[in-house]
């Protein structure tokens, strides 16, 4: 790490936050204080000791200074010029002697430096400095307090600067070098695809005008190039600190990997590309709490992480595998050091949810320091559905009787409280399935209350909570979030499956009102797949800005290279599966011997896909079957993939919307053909009834919302499996008399030859 002087010329601005966390941090990482209070709890329990104050104290008071070439900037939580003192809030829950020494060792960096800070600004020789903590469940404050003077204050900050200051001088360095390449960079591969420089050229433009991007583009054209590129180009001119590429799975984050691989080439592009991985899949002692008495990469985890993060500098790429290796030679633990190498990366790979969620690290980091960030979201249409899990949650009584059964005493008895309110609610609900008009109130409470007991109880404990109790614990506080935002984005609703089991749970329906300040926050937000179609439906249901901008990317492909073909005299309705399944058989066979290849054959359940690969083999032995089957590992899901071979012959029999539906790239005589048996429309059920019920009341389209959309954007990613190259030929078999309605037809990519689409019978 250089620790050469900041050119004068050039300033590097630093929040308080940022400085205090990067040189007063010392110590075990240590959670045992957590889960913390939600951002709304946090912002309310600072609005009420703001509150209890007098008519003259100040809330959130900007502060800011240069020291050197730093440029150091936040806010105060409060000042009462009267007497002269700041005060800086701590929200919290449980006990207070929980919060480690570590972190009020911080807490007070941060107040000291505000105390600097506030003497400069206002030419003030002494100060005085309150701690103030607020336990959210009891409203109680802690007031921990001090006096400084101007001269020792000065003195705790120079020292903190000067500890940061060589790191500071090496980031901007890193930015300079970063933007000056950026500006010079061109595309890797001399040209682009057909298609791909449309996609390219509106990601550019989005950018420029800081806008919200939906394009909708063609599988094979490269997407994740042909957006990571202008998004990198774009980041000198509109001044992004980082690049967020989000992927709703494994495949797609690989491709960002590999494609930021390309543009940094041999090492020419001063590029640091970081990969996040969930915390189960990085942690590398799960049977143990996140604290120094308990994991031994906690132990000592700060004083440990500045090698760890220097060596991380020197890291070509911080895939996954990298990451891993450099934290276990440093004796780090591998999740936390990847959080904190998202401070000093420029592209950031990971999952929709570091975004998007509601517990967002991502997100929450951009707003505590001010980052500019450019969001990109591959397989975009998976966006409703995952942001609609990321904002419901649900509880059964066999989870509360699991939990309590291995609860500690206290906890127990909360947990008894809890089933007695859930009683209530059971006998004012009769029926087997019941949407609820408003959250319970007493229910929330005891729900409540019993979250902030286990927290008390695992801040006093060494070990784990036992399974039953700690995923009981986990749904009950994602439980109470969600009723604290309840309307009409959501449903309530209450399911018996039997005499001793009810289950509980907030449905997120519209996913709009929790993602629309993700929008708000990102320079700009492109989202896309081949599937996007219509964009009102993703505008509507996600919350984009009124001002998104939207683009249907030319195909490359032409018609010539995939025949589709429609059986129209096929029901895959669920009344007439049965009498289906010989037609379906034969209807293959007959294709395979027309054209002997690797083929996909995709069904809507796994029930329908055993009844129709029996009938097919019994039927027809000598052509060669392989299954997904439920649950596959990621091996057993590369040895399917592997049966697609040049040369090869067969037909793998999968499951729409599955792990092979999209994200598959099997070009060339890898696979030449589809069979699609079903629309794909989501199950007739009593919630989805009710999805369908507000969908209509809130977009007069609750079919459309509901099922058909939906289906569809399954069918054609499937379909898209085949041509994946300007030079691929293929057949896509349509089955089902419903493919040939004119409305169904109009959801189809327009490339598709449709105006003498062959409507066979299958016979």
Same mark, same amino acid.
């Not at 802690?142 to 060589?166: D, P, V």
């Not at 990601?203 to 394009?215: K, T």
């Not at 780090?332 to 790979?349: A, H, Q």
């Not at 598709?752 to 066979?760: E, I, S």
């Given at each position: 790490?250089?620790?050469?002087?900041?050119?004068?010329?050039?300033?590097?601005?630093?929040?308080?936050?940022? $400085?205090?966390?990067?040189?007063?941090?010392?110590?075990?990482?240590?959670?045992?204080?957590?889960?913390?209070?939600?951002?709304?709890?946090?912002?309310?329990?600072?609005?009420?000791?703001?509150?209890?104050?007098?008519?003259?104290?100040?809330?959130?008071?900007?502060?800011?200074?240069?020291?050197?070439?730093?440029?150091?900037?936040?806010?105060?939580?409060?000042?009462?010029?009267?007497?002269?003192?700041?005060?800086?809030?701590?929200?919290?829950?449980?006990?207070?002697?929980?919060?480690?020494?570590?972190?009020?060792?911080?807490?007070?960096?941060?107040?000291?430096?505000?105390?600097?800070?506030?003497?400069?600004?206002?030419?003030?020789?002494?100060?005085?400095?309150?701690?103030?903590?607020?336990?959210?469940?009891?409203?109680?404050?802690?007031?921990?307090?001090?006096?400084?003077?101007?001269?020792?204050?000065?003195?705790?900050?120079?020292?903190?600067?000067?500890?940061?200051?060589?790191?500071?001088?090496?980031?901007?360095?890193?930015?300079?070098?970063?933007?000056?390449?950026?500006?010079?960079?061109?595309?890797?591969?001399?040209?682009?695809?057909?298609?791909?420089?449309?996609?390219?050229?509106?990601?550019?433009?989005?950018?420029?005008?800081?806008?919200?991007? $939906?394009?909708?583009?063609?599988?094979?054209?490269?997407?994740?190039?042909?957006?990571?590129? =202008? !998004?990198?180009?774009?980041?000198?001119?509109?001044? $992004?600190?980082?690049?967020?590429?989000?992927?709703?799975?494994?495949?797609?984050?690989?491709?960002?990997? /590999?494609?930021?691989?390309?543009?940094?080439?041999?090492?020419?592009? =001063?590029?640091?590309?970081?990969?996040?991985?969930?915390?189960?899949?990085?942690?590398?002692?799960?049977?143990?709490?996140?604290?120094?008495?308990?994991? =031994?990469?906690?132990?000592?985890?700060? /004083?440990?992480?500045?090698?760890?993060?220097?060596?991380?500098?020197?890291?070509?790429?911080?895939?996954?595998?990298?990451?891993?290796?450099?934290?276990?030679?440093?004796?780090?633990?591998?999740?936390?050091?990847?959080?904190?190498?998202?401070?000093?990366?420029?592209?950031?790979?990971?999952?929709?949810?570091?975004?998007?969620?509601?517990?967002?690290?991502?997100?929450?980091?951009?707003?505590?320091?001010? &980052?500019?960030?450019?969001?990109?979201?591959?397989?975009?249409?998976?966006?409703?559905?995952?942001?609609?899990?990321?904002?419901?949650?649900?509880?059964?009584?066999?989870?509360?009787?699991?939990?309590?059964?291995?609860?500690?005493?206290?906890?127990?008895? #909360?947990?008894?409280?809890?089933?007695?309110?859930?009683?209530?609610?059971?006998?004012?609900?009769?029926?087997?399935?019941?949407?609820?008009?408003?959250?319970?109130?007493?229910?929330?409470?005891? #729900?409540?209350?019993?979250?902030?007991?286990?927290?008390?109880?695992?801040?006093?404990? !060494?070990?784990?909570?036992?399974?039953?109790?700690? /995923?009981?614990?986990?749904?009950?506080?994602?439980?109470?979030?969600?009723?604290?935002?309840?309307?009409?984005?959501?449903?309530? /609703?209450?399911?018996?499956?039997?005499?001793?089991?009810?289950?509980?749970?907030?449905?997120?329906?519209?996913?709009? =009102?929790?993602?629309?300040?993700?929008?708000?926050? !990102?320079?700009?937000?492109?989202?896309?797949?081949?599937?996007?179609?219509?964009?009102?439906?993703? !505008?509507?249901?996600?919350?984009?800005?009124?001002?998104?901008? &939207?683009?249907?990317?030319?195909?490359?492909?032409?018609?010539?290279?995939?025949?589709?073909?429609?059986?129209?005299?096929?029901?895959?309705? &669920?009344?007439?599966?049965?009498?289906?399944?010989?037609?379906?058989?034969?209807?293959?066979?007959?294709?395979?011997?027309?054209?002997?290849?690797?083929?996909?054959?995709?069904?809507?359940?796994?029930?329908?896909?055993?009844?129709?690969?029996?009938?097919?083999?019994?039927?027809?032995?000598?052509?060669?079957?392989?299954?997904?089957?439920?649950?596959?590992?990621?091996?057993?899901?590369?040895?399917?993939?592997?049966?697609?071979?040049?040369?090869?012959?067969?037909?793998?029999?999968?499951?729409?919307?599955?792990?092979?539906?999209?994200?598959?790239?099997?070009?060339?005589?890898?696979?030449?053909?589809?069979?699609?048996?079903?629309?794909?429309?989501?199950?007739?059920?009593?919630?989805?009834?009710?999805?369908?019920?507000?969908?209509?009341? #809130?977009?007069?389209?609750?079919?459309?919302?509901?099922?058909?959309?939906?289906?569809?954007?399954?069918?054609?990613?499937?379909?898209?499996?085949?041509?994946?190259?300007?030079?691929?030929?293929?057949?896509?078999?349509?089955?089902?008399?419903?493919?040939?309605?004119?409305?169904?037809?109009?959801?189809?990519?327009?490339?598709?030859?449709?105006?003498?689409?062959?409507?066979?019978?299958?016979?």
């Amino acid at each position: 790490m250089s620790s050469a002087p900041l050119a004068p010329a050039r300033r590097y601005t630093v929040s308080v936050r940022a $400085l205090c966390e990067f040189t007063a941090k010392a110590g075990d990482l240590d959670l045992r204080f957590t889960p913390t209070p939600t951002a709304r709890q946090g912002m309310e329990g600072h609005a009420i000791v703001a509150s209890r104050r007098g008519e003259h104290y100040q809330s959130e008071l900007a502060l800011a200074i240069d020291h050197g070439a730093l440029h150091v900037r936040g806010r105060a939580d409060g000042y009462d010029a009267d007497r002269q003192l700041l005060e800086e809030v701590k929200t919290y829950r449980g006990q207070l002697a929980s919060i480690p020494d570590n972190h009020r060792h911080l807490h007070w960096a941060q107040l000291r430096v505000y105390g600097h800070l506030l003497c400069q600004a206002q030419g003030l020789e002494r100060v005085n400095l309150a701690l103030v903590y607020f336990e959210i469940g009891s409203q109680q404050e802690t007031r921990l307090e001090e006096s400084r003077s101007r001269e020792e204050l000065a003195e705790l900050f120079g020292a903190l600067c000067e500890r940061f200051i060589g790191w500071a001088a090496q980031e901007l360095a890193h930015r300079q070098a970063r933007d000056a390449a950026l500006e010079q960079l061109r595309f890797p591969h001399g040209d682009f695809r057909p298609g791909q420089r449309q996609l390219a050229e509106a990601v550019f433009r989005a950018h420029a005008g800081r806008r919200s991007l $939906l394009a909708q583009a063609p599988t094979g054209i490269g997407k994740t190039l042909g957006t990571l590129f =202008p !998004a990198l180009k774009a980041a000198p001119r509109q001044q $992004l600190d980082k690049v967020l590429f989000l992927a709703a799975k494994t495949p797609g984050r690989q491709l960002a990997l /590999d494609a930021a691989a390309t543009l940094k080439g041999q090492g020419v592009l =001063p590029l640091r590309v970081l990969e996040l991985s969930a915390r189960e899949k990085a942690c590398e002692h799960p049977e143990r709490l996140c604290r120094g008495d308990s994991c =031994p990469l906690a132990q000592g985890f700060y /004083d440990r992480l500045a090698q760890a993060r220097a060596a991380c500098l020197d890291a070509p790429l911080l895939d996954r595998a990298s990451l891993r290796q450099i934290a276990l030679a440093h004796q780090v633990c591998p999740y936390y050091l990847g959080s904190e190498m998202t401070r000093w990366s420029d592209v950031i790979v990971g999952d929709y949810n570091y975004w998007f969620d509601g517990g967002a690290m991502l997100y929450a980091m951009a707003q505590a320091h001010d &980052w500019r960030v450019s969001v990109l979201a591959d397989e975009a249409h998976n966006l409703v559905a995952r942001a609609r899990g990321m904002y419901s949650a649900q509880l059964s009584r066999a989870s509360l009787r699991a939990a309590r059964a291995v609860a500690p005493a206290a906890v127990a008895k #909360l947990l008894e409280k809890i089933g007695r309110a859930w009683s209530a609610i059971g006998k004012q609900a009769l029926l087997p399935y019941q949407v609820l008009e408003a959250m319970p109130p007493r229910f929330i409470e005891t #729900l409540s209350a019993a979250n902030n007991a286990i927290s008390d109880h695992l801040a006093q404990v !060494a070990v784990p909570l036992e399974p039953p109790l700690r /995923d009981f614990h986990l749904e009950a506080m994602a439980f109470v979030r969600l009723a604290e935002s309840f309307g009409p984005h959501s449903l309530l /609703d209450l399911t018996r499956q039997d005499e001793r089991n009810t289950v509980l749970a907030v449905r997120n329906v519209v996913p709009a =009102p929790f993602l629309g300040p993700r929008f708000a926050q !990102a320079h700009a937000t492109t989202l896309f797949s081949a599937t996007l179609g219509p964009w009102h439906y993703f !505008a509507d249901l996600l919350g984009m800005p009124k001002d998104t901008a &939207w683009i249907d990317v030319e195909s490359p492909f032409h018609a010539s290279q995939l025949e589709v073909r429609v059986a129209q005299d096929i029901s895959t309705r &669920w009344q007439r599966r049965s009498a289906s399944i010989a037609p379906i058989t034969a209807l293959m066979a007959r294709q395979f011997h027309q054209r002997p290849g690797n083929y996909l054959a995709f069904f809507s359940s796994f029930d329908y896909l055993q009844q129709a690969l029996a009938a097919f083999t019994r039927a027809h032995p000598d052509i060669p079957t392989w299954q997904q089957s439920r649950g596959m590992s990621e091996a057993e899901r590369e040895a399917f993939l592997a049966r697609f071979v040049v040369g090869g012959r067969g037909i793998g029999f999968a499951v729409l919307g599955g792990s092979f539906g999209e994200g598959v790239d099997l070009p060339g005589e890898r696979l030449i053909g589809a069979f699609v048996a079903t629309l794909g429309l989501p199950q007739v059920n009593e919630v989805n009834e009710q999805l369908r019920l507000r969908m209509q009341a #809130l977009f007069g389209a609750g079919y459309d919302y509901t099922y058909l959309y939906p289906g569809l954007q399954k069918v054609v990613q499937a379909a898209g499996r085949v041509i994946r190259t300007e030079s691929d030929q293929g057949v896509v078999w349509l089955i089902d008399e419903r493919f040939a309605q004119p409305e169904v037809q109009a959801l189809l990519p327009s490339w598709w030859k449709r105006d003498d689409v062959l409507q066979a019978t299958g016979h």
